[in-house]
Nanobody, 121 residues
Framework: QVQLVESGGGLVQAGGSLRLSCAAS????????MGWYRQAPGKQRELVAT???????DYVHSVKGRFTISRDNARNTVHLQMTSLKPEDTAVYYC???????????????WGQGTQVTVSS
């Protein structure tokens, strides 16, 4: 089995910072892309940032220059450093990992349980 465990959400004032982490564990053979999505109340889930196994990063335009995605391949972990937070960043943040477990011959996308980020004005 594979598990994704997120941490680091919380309440912060506008202009503040938070760091989200997501650790993948279990029967993992290899990990491809890792990323973060978010879903605000009444809105569709949107992609926030991704990082490939080779380290290429992509961001949604609204967070460029404020958020930084990184990964620790030795610990199967992905982080999202969020700075200059705005009230519109308020959402549940989900990590998303494309990985191949030992018991499969193909990769599958896994989701974390979600962590709430609330930015007050």
């Amino acid at each position: 089995q594979v598990q994704l465990v997120e941490s680091g959400g919380g309440l912060v004032q506008a202009g503040g910072s938070l760091r989200l982490s997501c650790a993948a564990s279990g029967s993992i053979f290899s990990i491809n892309a890792m990323g973060w999505y978010r879903q605000a109340p009444g809105k569709q889930r949107e992609l926030v940032a991704t990082i490939t196994s080779g380290g290429r990063r992509d961001y949604v335009h609204s967070v460029k220059g404020r958020f930084t995605i990184s990964r620790d391949n030795a610990r199967n972990t992905v982080h999202l450093q969020m700075t200059s937070l705005k009230p519109e960043d308020t959402a549940v943040y989900y990590c998303n990992v494309d990985l191949r477990p030992y018991y499969n011959t193909y990769a599958t996308t896994y989701w974390g349980q979600g962590t709430q980020v609330t930015v007050s004005s």
